[in-house]
């Protein structure tokens, strides 16, 4: 369960449907030509909260399929339905997924042994093993170590997805529980997660650019930090293009013109602008991608 995972993007077409095909491509993509050690489904980047329960459902089945037991899989299932959350993860387990995953419960300001007992009830309902999904910048719900002291009591939960920029707390962390596993969920901070000792990676950006980023994640397993840096740095130049273009949009477009139908976001996202495209072209050749 170590190393880098692509947070799984997934193909829609226009209508908000999965793109079969696309989707296949994008799992082959990442496994045959990014060699990623894992993927993360149904996270943030596979616009997971703007899908139907069967929607969820169809992405875990294909992508297992399609993996036939080739690299790691981390099904996520967090929702505010927790009902839907136990359902899913029953759903990835018996498709052998390796790993659930959930989100903290966001919206509505849940309180600590809420969401203690929200994990509880995914791990019992469904027995599989699970990473707890941080993200305070989008869920609005930053835990304590005094909180990861509590849950991580529960064997069953094996991990964090750490997408915070919080290095002291990842620090304490990692020093507390050198046997869970730490994954570092900003790509544009990979290097400083590396060296703090994190297990792996979790990124959406690793879909088109997992081989610079496994250089980054390889160069520190080997001391050599200043080389990673010259890496990151190089990384940062696109993720900053990236980010400035429109996330899950660029990405997609960055893998429709590499031949591979990622056809375009859920909306309400909304598609890339047209004229944004011959920008995009330009990523891929600048960086090589
Ligand atoms: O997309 C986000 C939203 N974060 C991802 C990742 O931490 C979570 C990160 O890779 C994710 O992809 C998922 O759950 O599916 C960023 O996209 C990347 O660092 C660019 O900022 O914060």
């Known amino acids: 369960m170590k190393g880098l995972f692509s947070a799984l993007l997934v193909p829609f077409d226009e209508n908000g449907q999965i793109i079969e095909q696309g989707l296949r491509d994008v799992v082959r993509f990442n496994i045959d030509v990014q060699q990623i050690d894992g993927l993360y489904v149904n996270g943030s980047s596979g616009e997971n909260f703007l899908l139907s329960t069967e929607q969820k459902k169809q992405i875990f089945q294909i992508v297992s399929d399609e993996n036939k037991g080739k690299v790691k899989l981390i099904a996520q299932v967090g929702s505010l339905n927790l009902n839907e959350a136990i359902e899913l993860g029953k759903y990835a387990t018996e498709l052998g997924y390796d790993s659930l995953s959930a989100v903290t419960p966001f919206y509505y300001k849940f309180t600590f042994q ?157 598609s890339l602008d047209p004229a944004k495209k011959d920008a995009v072209k330009h990523l891929v050749e600048k960086y090589e991608l």
């Open 114 to 270: 809420e969401i203690k007992a929200y994990y509880e009830t995914i791990i019992r309902e469904t027995g599989n093993d699970m990473i707890i999904y941080a993200i305070p910048a989008l869920t609005g719900v930053s835990m304590s170590m005094a909180q990861f002291d509590e849950l991580f009591q529960n064997e069953k939960i094996i991990g964090v997805k750490y997408t915070d920029g919080n290095f002291f707390l990842l620090e304490r962390l990692r020093k507390q529980y050198p046997n869970k596993l730490i994954y570092s969920g900003f790509d544009e901070m990979l290097i400083y997660g590396a060296i703090s000792g994190v297990d792996g990676a979790i990124g959406s950006t690793y879909n088109v650019n997992g081989k610079q980023a496994k250089q980054i994640w390889d160069l520190c397993q080997t001391g050599k930090v200043a080389e990673a840096y010259e890496v990151q740095h190089k990384t940062n130049d696109l993720i900053e293009k990236i980010l400035e273009l429109g996330l899950y949009q660029t990405l997609k477009e960055i893998l429709n013109v590499k031949g591979i139908q990622a056809g375009t976001v859920k909306q309400p996202m909304s």
